[in-house]
């Protein structure tokens, strides 16, 4: 298995450090605790942490997270700095709003919901989270108590959402549109879009149909499976 960390690891480490900071905590060994041991509702891809090079893994993350000028790392302490505390405060929105959705609209149980709203909070970009945060009425707090961190929708006081999101696959050939989340349960797949820059907020458009699905991101027209392509929702540009 490779060890390359992935930006889906960078994210949950900085939805630690913002958790470990609501505790009143930045010690590293707090951290990579929580970054490194299976805890009750990890994340399936956290499952490889626990093969005896936790040190290795931590190291790495950190140096990731200081070169990106998200973390600042002093002896044994870390702290977010205030480009991490924007970048974990969206995660942590995401991850919060998608435990109360699904307790509150999908009658989960509240210790049911950690492992799937941790792949929720990876797929969703700002448009979504805040029709979500609509839709339920602006919540102060997750299911567990936890505050949930406020998004501009909160401060306007919108009251209803429109409905803008659709497949990949109704859009016209030659239109264009920003993906808003991506629905699959298959890692590899998700870890594929990714390395192509394809996920949330990405722009592309659709370049042909048949005989295989063609988009168009950037400079690159990318060939893909029609199970792929019907993992991915977008929204069309105005």
Known sequence: MSDEITQIEVDEALEILWTLEEEGKRDRESFKKKLTNKEEGFSEHRRRFRHGYREKVTQRVLAILKKRGLAEVEDTDIKLTNKGKGAARVIVRRHRLAERLMVDFLDMGKEDVERPACEFEHLLDEEVTDSICTLLGHPKECPHGMPIPKGKCCSSGKKTIEPAIIPLTDL?????????????????????????????????????????????????DLALEEEIIE???????D
């Open 231 to 237: 993992d991915i929702y977008v929204k069309t540009l």
């Open 172 to 220: 016209q050939v030659g239109e264009s549109a920003e993906i808003a989340y991506i629905h699959t349960k298959d890692h590899p797949r998700l870890h594929k879009l990714l390395s192509y820059d394809i996920g949330p907020g990405s722009e592309v458009q659709l370049h042909q149909k048949k005989p295989v699905y063609v988009i168009k991101t950037g400079e690159t």
